[in-house]
């Protein structure tokens, strides 16, 4: 079967900038130039909620991992990490002194990494909200920086041409990509931590190695890529371009798999859901659209034999080693053969408790925030107060 639209939204009243699926996929986040943040219920009966805080257009939105808090990033120069209850509350992380272009957590949410066009990256502890350190390396606007799977590694794309590899501990910049001819719009990390792939106005994807620094594919496409987000899997990845089509790529076979027509302009945004069975795509049309993957199970379901791909990959420009990538590292399920049925029950408990204690730690955090800030309002109040008084009592004494 082939992707079919599932859902359209209307609700942004300028083009759409950047969307995400929240981890439980019942939400998703959108940002648009009309200044809103919006989150969509995918359940129909259930409505949209507005937020409202920005003072000029959304560019980027990510759900933390727990899925209580979605951060975005504005014109405004801030950022704001939301609530994502009806009441809409959020916190604002004064944080570049130009537009911000990107967010994005880390995979354990305590870290957000944000990118801006003052040319710098920066990293922010989530529950404490305070600004840890910079990257400035880059020497133009930066349009897009995420953090690798295991949140060791940070990767940026700018208006000057380079992608950056980064390491988050020695803050260091460990190689500079430079094939792209045109500014980087977008850059992701394959789930297997072991790639990036980048798209932008050369109208090309590339996907290079982080281990050895080298090129693993090329396509050439004949329109600015926006966007792109890696499926779950590993093995598919999804591009929004300016030609109003979203395409989706097979890793394994090294091929442009579909072309879909959706939008009435560019495409600027696209996103699939943690698990992959949908994908959702943002245009300058105002419209969000959601998409059913429908890739058969057996696509990424079982064990793949590597070297029944190696030569077609191999073929793109001849490099050998895309294989040990990670691009066919499919799950398999022999390795829960030896655990009962009960462990893995546990297990997925235990697991949605802690989420569950994550997501109640997200929204503690962020009332202490908003308490705080309430509180600082309220101490300068009576500070002016006093001052005034201070006044009164000086003129009556004069």
């Not at 951060?71 to 990490?81: E, N």
């Not at 281990?211 to 594919?217: A, K, T």
Request: hydrophobic share 35%.
């Amino acid at each position: 079967e082939d992707p079919s639209l599932e859902r359209h939204f209307k609700g942004h009243k300028d083009a759409v900038t950047s969307v995400d699926f929240s981890p439980n996929k019942k939400q998703l986040a959108s940002g648009s130039m009309d200044s809103y943040l919006m989150i969509w219920n995918m359940k129909p009966q259930m409505r949209a909620y507005r937020f409202v805080g920005h003072k000029d257009a959304v560019l980027c939105v990510h759900f933390s991992p727990s899925g209580h808090l979605v951060a975005s990033g504005s014109r405004d120069k801030t950022v704001r990490l939301w609530i994502t209850s009806a009441k809409g509350e959020s916190t604002v992380f004064k944080a570049h002194t130009a537009t911000v272009r990107s967010v994005h957590f880390s995979s354990d949410g305590q870290s957000l990494v944000t990118a801006s066009d003052d040319k710098t990256v920066k990293v922010w502890t989530v529950h404490r909200q305070k600004f840890l350190f910079s990257l400035s390396q880059h020497i133009n606007w930066v349009r897009c920086a995420r953090f690798s799977p295991d949140g060791r590694l940070i990767v940026s794309a700018s208006d000057d041409k380079t992608v950056k590899l980064w390491d988050k501990t020695s803050r260091e910049c460990i190689h500079s990509f430079c094939e792209h001819g045109g500014f980087v719009n977008h850059v992701d990390f394959h789930p297997s931590g072991n790639c990036i792939a980048a798209g932008g106005t050369d109208s090309t994807v590339k996907l290079w190695d982080v281990r050895m620094n080298r090129l693993l594919q090329h396509y050439q496409g004949n329109s600015v890529v926006n966007s792109l987000s890696f499926h779950p899997s590993g093995n598919y990845l999804v591009t929004a371009s300016n030609d109003s089509t979203l395409k989706i790529l097979d890793l394994l076979e090294g091929r442009l798999l579909y072309t879909l027509h959706g939008h009435q302009g560019p495409a600027t945004c696209v996103a699939f859901s943690r698990d992959g069975d949908l994908f959702a795509s943002g245009g300058s049309d105002e419209q969000v659209m959601v998409w059913r993957t429908n890739f058969a199970a057996a696509d990424y379901g079982d064990v793949v034999k590597p070297q029944k791909y190696g030569s077609s990959v191999d073929g793109i420009h001849g490099t050998g080693s895309e294989i040990d990538c990670g691009i066919h590292h499919k799950k398999t399920r022999t390795q829960d053969s030896g655990r009962t049925h009960e462990q893995q029950e546990e297990e997925s408990s235990l697991a949605n408790t802690l989420e569950h204690i994550m997501g109640q730690l997200d929204v503690l955090t962020q009332t202490v925030s908003i308490l705080e800030q309430r509180l600082t309002l309220t101490e300068d109040k009576l500070k002016e107060c006093l001052e005034n008084q201070q006044k009164i009592i000086q003129n009556k004494t004069n």
